[in-house]
DNA sequence: ATATTTGTGTAACAATTATGACAGATTAAT
DNA sequence: ATTAATCTGTCATAATTGTTACACAAATAT
């Protein structure tokens, strides 16, 4: 287990290496690897294991029959993947995982994961609370779809990056986005012109500035105003 | 003990009466009654309690800046109320929760809940297996509006409804709504004229046929086409 | 350094949907 | 049975967004 580095892996973060050691002994395992491109996991395939990807990136995607494609998640490791879906009812992939790097997976079957539970309550407390952050993730995307216009989910995103700045970076108007025009359009589910033409009016009308990645907040009050 | 009925709730529903009783020796907790439309819990409040609708029923609502307001469930007794949220990190409530008839809820404060987790292992499993469950239904969700086309959202709804239909009712070409024409509206997040126009223009196109709550797909092969 | 790929700004036009408004149908209440 | 409330079908108009297309900028590879 010496091998397997799993600092800041949200469900065993909170366990000492000495603690993980211990949890690990006895379980079934494999760990497999990826190169960019490949597909992890299809949508609609059964989620038999607890997926932690241990090193690389994926991205999630959701995709419609007739092709239309919505990136839902951009994952980087270490993390699980699609781990509130291993104790559903349906345990189905809800989207298609794809790897956005050389990727590495350790891949541990469910019956294995309740043993580690029984093993340790800590670990069983990581995995609620994480899962739980993860329906919150899914409900502010759902509120991101919720809000109509494509001003209003721009002005979402860019005061929702403000406040999550604001913490390392108290009173500052700016920010870096995490995805490029392309990226974010997908992120929206709307087409990728339609976004440029809102940026140029909403840059017109002096409410932010964005050059390459970086935002500039101008009026923050306007923001507020097209989120309704 | 004996005047709470958990009968058909997910989260108790593997457990036999004997085992709840025992479950809920030295436990904290209220109970709380609201009439239809009190509000049970708001948006952006903090999640503090197990709640579980223990008679009556409730809908939970996003709700904009602007007051536009969509319907993300109906939840009918008996049923915990945004359990995914009373372990995350930021414990809110991410809808109002509005009461749509004579309501029971009963609150089981967090720490108290921690104990019983501890002292009952299978209640541990079925609320993981619930809260896995719901990611599911929030992922549906999200599928549903990723669906741009009213006719399309339509088109899932409907072969949905006629899926889950088809368990008790095998080879039907009908199934029964449970929304009515605004509500439905509402639920895809689009206004109600545009929805009204969609449907007389897939009768016209002899897809479907609307009576009332009840729908007869014709075409089963052109409601496919419309998901894309 | 140059070529290739990827990302961005913009435009005209088409398609879809929202808005607001109204009449008729249905359901619930008394 | 009658009234009141809610739901449904429909319309014209406005607003928003998608589509397709192209030129240019930026990043990456050779």
Redesign the interface.
Known sequence: MKEIDFSGCPIMSSLSGERIKNLFEDIEFKINTYKKGDIVARQGSPCKYLNILLAGSVKTE?V?????V?T?ENITAVRPLAS???????NIF??DVIATDFCRIISIPRDEVLKM??KD?GF??S???Y??????F??????T????TIK?KLAFYILEGLNKNLVLNPGTNKFRMDRNQTELAKYF?VSRPALARCISEMEEENIILIEHKEVKVINRAAL??L??
Do not use: D, H
């Open positions: 959701m419609a029959e007739n092709g239309s919505m839902i509130a879906f291993l104790f559903a009812e349906n809800p989207v539970f029984q309550a069983l407390e995995y609620i609370k899962n739980s952050n993860k329906t919150q899914l409900s502010t995307r759902l509120q779809l919720n809000i109509k209003g589910g507020q105003n989120l309704g």
